[in-house]
């Protein structure tokens, strides 16, 4: 019986509060989510929380009528991907990425930026 | 519970991939089991039956037998897990995965391939030292006992790049994957042996020799036993801080859930293999009576089999918790991030006191609803006793009104029938109420679609 709640209590061990994290989520992204930067960025760097795979990993720009606005293929390198821009004006921009983790899973997202004084 | 058990059938029904990973999951076991179980546990019995060598070779034949069919399963389901992944993978339809490169550009460019690549390769290999292994005669090279049980724990080990032991960073990155190992090659040697050791205990009990056989298996499989449940709770033990990481986490999340139905079957397990060890099997030893050592032998035979029961119901809840979000999500993500519907807009609003994830969907011009998730700066959910929203049009001048939001029962604030007058770069303004003395406003621009 010792035996049994010696196991039990050693099962309880992990059970403790930690911060540790699994699947690919956007952890930040340059230009930052939701953010105004005074001048046009050259690219659009995303960091997510696990590596990724880069042959199924994307992200478009697009500007708010729904043009791309991004170079195309994503870089990716380890757990960040980078997709540059064409030259942009001042306006709003979508980024919509898609994210497909190591451990195989995928998750997607969209957030939008806004470069101008405006 | 019930419900629990509603949904994950409901799941297991919904999603081919589920089966594939269960049957892969129980037959790579079963592989591996068979020849750990040859090597370490019944070559030494099969030396000590040396006063009837029919019993041994029966027993080796079915090994034999049941060693095919498993490997034959395994490439089987194998072969559809991969399938089933580069579709999902791609976002093509399985049929479609043969065709555009995609299965190539799964096995040569991602983690899973790769470890699907070397996991064919070792199965071949294996497959190769089977028939030498199970073959009839007596004495095997110790050479190829050495290398059998290496491909067998390879092949099993393997497993640990299909899944959420794979994507770590830092130092998860090495720790994670090395406790997944560890933990699947354990448990086939326990598990995934359990079948084996039926079939030698139903093949013994006639004569002293067959007795003699199965109890040196008993005693090598118990040393066995021991050494796999204590690799399985340590490195269990590792897999549980990765994947579910807090007790709330474990109680209020499926996966946690779930995870706790695996455990408490795993402790039966143990229960039963400990009844065996204190009790059982130093009747069997004991050599009183030939009745008495059969009605010993009868009980392992009959509790092994309860045992292999539940774990196979261990593997199904495996197979379950690899194709769902850890709990460690729900306590830490931004879940939102990972479900932003494609129709809807989506801003992410951070301060130090707090952050809001708002959803108005669809986002574009014209009537609308809103969800509104609040979170601390550590990413847990923000209590908040009451919740606004002001939406503000493009070049507005006036004063926007203020829109109440309900809290919903899952946690996340909405706001119903919103008029989005026109498209553009509206603002949005959350107004959270947090106490009687503190208020949190996030402001951010939002883009309403045409």
Known sequence: MRKFFLVVSLCLIPLAPVAARAHAFLDHASPLVGSTVPAAPHDVVLTFTQNLEPAFSTAQVTDSSGA??????????????????????????????????????????????????? | MASLLA?????????PLLYARALHFAATMLVAGVVLFAVLVAAPAW??????????????????????????LAAISGAAWLILTAAAMS????????????????????????????????ACALAATLPALLSRRDRKSTWLEITAAVLAAAFAGALAWSGHAAGGLGGEAILHPAADVLHLVAAAAWVGALLPLIVLFAAAG???????????????????????????LATGIVNTFYLAGSVPALLHT???????????????????AAINRVRLTPQLLQQASIAASRGALRRLRRNAAIEALAGAAVIAIVAALGTMAPAIHAAHQHPTYGAVPADAAFVHIHLVEGMADVTIRPGRAGRAGATIRLWDEDFEALEARQVSMTLTAPGATGNPTSLPARQRRDGAWQVDDIELSQPGNWTVTVDVVLDRTKRLTLTAPIVIEP
Not at chain 2, 63 to 71: P, Q, S
Not at chain 2, 206 to 232: E, N, Y
Not at chain 2, 259 to 269: D, E, G, R, S, T
């Open chain 1, 68 to 118: 791309r606005v991004d170079q195309g293929k994503a870089q990716v390198s380890g757990n960040t991907m980078t997709v540059g821009l064409k030259s942009i004006g001042p306006g709003s921009y979508k980024v919509h990425w898609h994210a497909l983790s190591v451990d195989t899973h995928s998750t997607e997202g969209t957030f939008t930026f806004h470069v101008g004084g405006h």
């Open chain 2, 254 to 272: 499926e996966y946690g859930r779930l995870l706790l139905i695996k455990i408490v079957l795993f402790l039966a397990m143990v229960a039963i």
């Open chain 2, 47 to 72: 030396r000590g039956a040396a006063g009837n060598r029919a019993v041994a070779m029966n027993v080796r034949t079915r090994l034999a037998v049941i060693a095919w069919i498993g490997l034959a």
């Open chain 2, 206 to 232: 006639a004569d002293d020799a067959s007795l003699a056989m199965a109890r040196t298996a008993t005693v090598r499989f118990s040393i066995l036993g021991i050494v796999s449940v204590g690799t399985l």
């Open chain 2, 7 to 15: 949904s994950l059938l409901a799941g297991l029904l919904a999603d």
């Open chain 2, 91 to 122: 976002g093509s339809p399985a049929a479609r995965v043969f065709g555009d490169g995609v299965l190539w550009t799964v096995l040569s460019q991602t983690t899973f391939g790769r470890a699907w690549l070397i996991r064919f390769v070792l």
